[in-house]
C-alpha cells in the first residue's frame, strides 16, 4: 500500500497532510527517514511518524493465486527475477505467500495479510493434504507406488503416507494425482526422484479441499468463506 494512503488509514492524517509529512523528514520506515513519496510499504515495515510507530489494522483478505512457471514465491527476489507479488499489484493489502511454490511449479498458492490463518495452513500438523498432478519421466510399477504409500525416504526425512493416483501412461512418461501430508522444500520432486522417475512438470491443483478448478494461469480470485473456514479449521 503507499505510504501517503497508508499513513491516512492509520487515522494520522489525510494523505495530503501526509505527503507533507513526508516532505517534512517527520515519516521513518525501519528506523530511515523516507524521502520517497510514493513508497509501497511492505509487509513487516514499520512506519513511524513523528518517532511514533503506526501500525494500521488492515481488513483481512484471503486470495487464491493460479502460479505460473518462472516466478518465484517470495516477497522479493535479489536477482530481480519476477515474484508472485508481481501477479497480484493490484491487491491493496499487504498479502503475502502461505508456503512456497518452487519457481518451476505452478497451480494453487494461497496469499492473505493474515498471520495466524498463514500459520495453520502452513503448520504440518494441521495435515492438510497438497495435491499435485506430476509429469514424471517413465512409469511407476506397483512397487514403486507402494513406496509412495508407506513413506519413502528422501534423504534423511521419510515422508507421511501419501495418496497415489494414475492418471495417465503417456509414450515415456506418466501423469500422476500425488496427494503429500507435509511441505519439505521440493518435497514432490525428492519422493519421485528417489524412486528413479524424475519429474518434467508439477503443478499443485488442491490444498485440503480447496481447488484450483478452472482459474486462468496468472489470475487469482478471493477465497469463499467456506474455503477459508475449511483451512483454518484444519
Ligand atoms: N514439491 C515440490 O517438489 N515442489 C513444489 O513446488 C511443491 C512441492
Do not use: W
Not at 116 to 145: C, E, N, S
Not at 210 to 223: C, E, P, S
Amino acid at each position: 500500500m503507499r505510504i501517503n494512503k497508508y499513513i491516512a488509514s492509520a487515522g494520522i492524517a489525510s494523505r495530503r497532510k501526509a505527503d507533507e509529512l513526508i516532505e517534512n523528514g517527520n515519516v521513518k520506515v525501519n528506523n530511515i527517514v523516507l524521502t520517497e513519496l510514493g513508497y509501497d510499504v511492505k509487509p513487516g515495515d514499520i512506519v513511524e511518524v513523528n518517532g511514533r510507530p503506526i501500525d494500521v489494522e488492515e481488513k483481512k483478505i484471503y486470495i487464491m493465486l493460479n502460479k505460473p512457471t518462472g516466478y518465484i514465491t517470495s516477497v522479493k527476489d535479489e536477482q530481480l527475477r519476477p515474484t508472485v507479488m508481481d501477479l497480484v499489484a493490484e491487491v491493496d493489502a499487504r498479502i503475502f505467500p502461505v508456503g512456497r511454490l518452487d519457481y518451476n511449479t505452478s497451480g494453487l498458492l494461497i496469499m492473505t495479510n493474515d498471520g495466524d490463518f498463514a500459520y495453520k495452513v502452513a503448520h504440518p500438523k494441521h495435515k492438510l493434504g497438497k495435491t499435485y498432478i506430476a509429469k514424471i519421466q517413465g512409469f511407476l510399477t506397483r512397487g514403486k507406488i507402494a513406496k509412495l504409500e508407506k513413506g519413502i525416504d528422501i534423504g534423511g526425512f521419510v515422508t507421511s503416507p501419501a495418496k497415489v493416483n494414475i492418471i495417465k501412461e503417456l509414450p515415456k512418461h506418466t501423469l500422476v494425482e500425488l496427494t503429500i501430508y507435509e511441505g519439505k522444500n521440493r518435497q514432490v520432486r525428492k519422493m519421485f526422484k528417489a524412486l528413479g522417475n524424475p519429474v518434467v512438470e508439477l503443478e499443485r491443483i488442491a490444498i485440503g479441499d480447496v481447488k484450483l478448478g478452472r482459474l486462468a494461469i496468472g489470475g487469482y480470485r478471493k477465497l469463499t468463506q467456506k474455503e477459508i473456514e475449511h483451512l483454518s479449521k484444519a
